[in-house]
């Protein structure tokens, strides 16, 4: 089992900084992959990055490509999520997901979700 906790979240203005955290239990954090999603009000969930287990591997969304940076510290069991150049359309509830595989896309199955923070971006 393994719970994820995510933090970091807030209102900040369009092209502004934020960086996300997801706090994860379990010590075999390194066997997992991680993953961040999105749901916007109204709107499907939707893949936002994800990490290999080792963290060497990433991938990510078109929409978030070269202005999002997803990392984890294993050491910690925490994953992070970089956001620059904020967007209001960036704006939404932001998901931390686990993968029991080592490295997961964006059609894979992700077993166990955070509560998710949420991100505001104003214009």
């Known amino acids: 089992q393994v719970q994820l906790v995510e933090s970091g979240g807030g209102l900040v203005q369009a092209g502004g900084s934020l960086r996300l955290s997801c706090a994860a239990s379990?010590?075999?954090?390194?066997?997992?992959?991680m993953g961040w999603f999105r749901q916007a009000p109204g709107k499907e969930r939707e893949f936002v990055a994800s990490?290999?287990?080792?963290?060497?591997?990433?991938y990510y969304a078109d929409s978030v490509k070269g202005r999002f940076t997803i990392s984890r510290d294993n050491d910690k069991n925490m994953v992070y999520l970089l956001m620059n150049s904020l967007k209001p359309e960036d704006t939404a509830a932001y998901y931390c997901?686990?993968?029991?595989?080592?490295?997961?896309?964006?059609?894979?199955?992700?077993?166990?979700w955070g509560q998710g923070t949420l991100v505001t971006v104003s214009s």
């Open positions: 997901a686990a993968s029991r595989r080592i490295m997961a896309g964006p059609k894979d199955p992700y077993d166990y």
């Open positions: 379990g010590r075999t954090f390194s066997s997992y992959a």
């Open positions: 990490i290999s287990g080792g963290g060497s591997g990433t």
